[in-house]
């Protein structure tokens, strides 16, 4: 196997056509179709399934895409070692984000990070947050970011920041919005210690008992999902039965139902950004009574040494949650 062979394969893949990825490398077909059977025979597996529309990578061809991409980043990066020398920190860093986070972290991250250590190369993989977790401990991730786990057998965790969920969807008839409080004189989440910031924005939303929220029709994901098993804890303190009107894993159609008037929804305030844009019965509110608020760890494998590359990237990182949170973009408590 050598570096050639997998840009071939990474070219084929993306391209999802033999055909197409020959063009592109300006190769022969038969000669492009020859090398990814001799990857595969090095390899032991078969690496798409092909059919009359183009190839699909199989569960082992998406295991070496990932792989492979970064083997060729490493490989680039060593490439520009031996050609300069070394101009501040350099090599590779996988971070592990839960994906309702990816959006509002994961740009001002990578864009500090591309002009304050260019040489460093970050991949990001977002996903479920018990996937994110899963993904730390089968050591796929360097750098994880977890959600409500303060505590993990085989990682290091350390506080990063804690946000407040909310309640939110239209309510054309004002039936919901009647059920609203005025702001209180101060945010309940700001209350507790730590460094307070971004409650400004956060003290000045309505507030909405957990009761009364529970009794309107709600979008939910199923109970293996974290915001919906808060909101289960929350239900379960209290006495309250949750009025669930639709219950789908998928986001995109959760947020698909609740943007069209399906019903309302929790979200946590890193979310608020992806909501659909404010109309006169858009509504969002905290909740209180309980306050359902969700914490995140910054993790890394306990017994490995964090080396120069990772310490800038968390480093990074910390200060990008924390403009976030200062600034106000980000309702939450670092």
């Given at each position: 196997?050598?570096?050639?062979a997998?840009?071939?394969?990474?070219?084929?893949?993306?391209?999802?056509?033999?055909s197409?990825?020959?063009?592109?490398?300006?190769i022969?077909?038969?000669?492009?179709?020859?090398?990814?059977?001799?990857?595969?025979?090095?390899?032991?597996?078969r690496?798409?399934?092909?059919s009359?529309?183009?190839?699909t990578?199989t569960?082992?061809?998406?295991q070496?895409?990932?792989?492979?991409?970064?083997?060729?980043?490493?490989?680039a990066?060593?490439r520009?070692?031996?050609?300069?020398?070394?101009?501040?920190?350099?090599g590779?860093?996988?971070?592990?984000v839960p994906f309702l986070?990816?959006?509002?972290?994961?740009?001002?991250?990578?864009?500090?990070?591309?002009?304050?250590?260019?040489r460093?190369?970050?991949?990001?993989?977002?996903?479920?947050?018990?996937?994110v977790?899963?993904?730390m401990?089968?050591?796929r991730a360097?750098?994880?970011?977890?959600?409500?786990?303060?505590q993990?057998e085989?990682?290091?965790?350390?506080?990063?920041?804690?946000?407040?969920?909310y309640?939110?969807?239209?309510?054309?008839?004002?039936a919901?919005?009647?059920?609203?409080?005025?702001?209180?004189?101060?945010?309940?989440?700001?209350?507790?210690t730590?460094t307070?910031?971004?409650?400004?924005?956060a003290?000045?939303?309505p507030?909405?008992?957990f009761?009364?929220?529970?009794a309107q029709?709600?979008?939910?994901q199923?109970?293996?999902?974290?915001?919906?098993?808060?909101?289960?804890e929350?239900?379960?303190a209290?006495?309250?039965?949750?009025?669930i009107?639709?219950?789908?894993d998928?986001?995109?159609?959760?947020r698909?139902?609740?943007?069209?008037?399906?019903?309302?929804?929790?979200?946590?305030?890193c979310?608020?950004?992806?909501?659909?844009?404010?109309?006169?019965d858009?509504m969002?509110?905290?909740?209180?009574?309980?306050?359902?608020?969700?914490?995140?760890?910054?993790?890394?494998?306990?017994?490995?040494?964090?080396?120069?590359?990772?310490?800038?990237?968390?480093?990074?990182?910390i200060?990008v949650?924390?403009?976030?949170?200062?600034?106000?973009?980000?309702?939450?408590?670092?």
């Open positions: 196997m050598d570096l050639r997998l840009r071939y394969f990474i070219a084929v893949l993306e391209a999802g056509s033999l197409r990825a020959a063009g592109t490398l300006y022969a077909q038969p000669a492009l179709t020859a090398q990814i059977k001799k990857l595969e025979g090095e390899l032991g597996a690496l798409f399934e092909r009359h529309a183009g190839v990578p569960p082992a061809g998406q070496l895409y990932e792989d492979a991409r970064r083997l060729l980043s490493d490989a990066a060593m520009e070692r031996i050609q300069r020398l070394p101009q501040g920190p350099e590779s860093v996988t971070i592990a986070l990816s959006s509002l972290i994961m740009g001002p991250l990578l864009a500090h990070l591309k002009e304050s250590h260019p460093i190369r970050v991949f990001v993989l977002d996903d479920l947050s018990l996937m977790k899963k993904a401990l089968d050591r360097d750098i994880g970011i977890l959600v409500d786990a303060a993990v085989g990682l290091h965790c350390r506080p990063l920041v804690r946000e407040a969920m309640f939110c969807g239209h309510d054309p008839g004002g919901v919005r009647a059920l609203l409080r005025k702001p209180p004189g101060a945010n309940a989440i700001a209350a507790t730590g307070v910031a971004g409650a400004a924005a003290t000045a939303r507030t909405i008992d009761a009364d929220a529970a029709p709600l979008v939910l199923s109970r293996r999902y974290s915001i919906r098993q808060r909101v289960e929350a239900a379960a209290r006495g309250v039965a949750l009025n009107a639709h219950e789908h998928s986001a995109r159609v959760i698909s139902l609740y943007a069209c008037g399906g019903g309302f929804t929790f979200t946590p305030a979310a608020l950004g992806d909501a659909p844009a404010a109309g006169p858009w969002v509110a905290r909740v209180v009574n309980p306050e359902l608020t969700r914490s995140y760890t910054l993790a890394t494998t306990a017994d490995r040494e964090v080396d120069g590359v990772m310490q800038v990237v968390m480093e990074a990182l200060a949650v924390l403009e976030l949170v200062v600034s106000g973009k980000w309702e939450a408590v670092v």
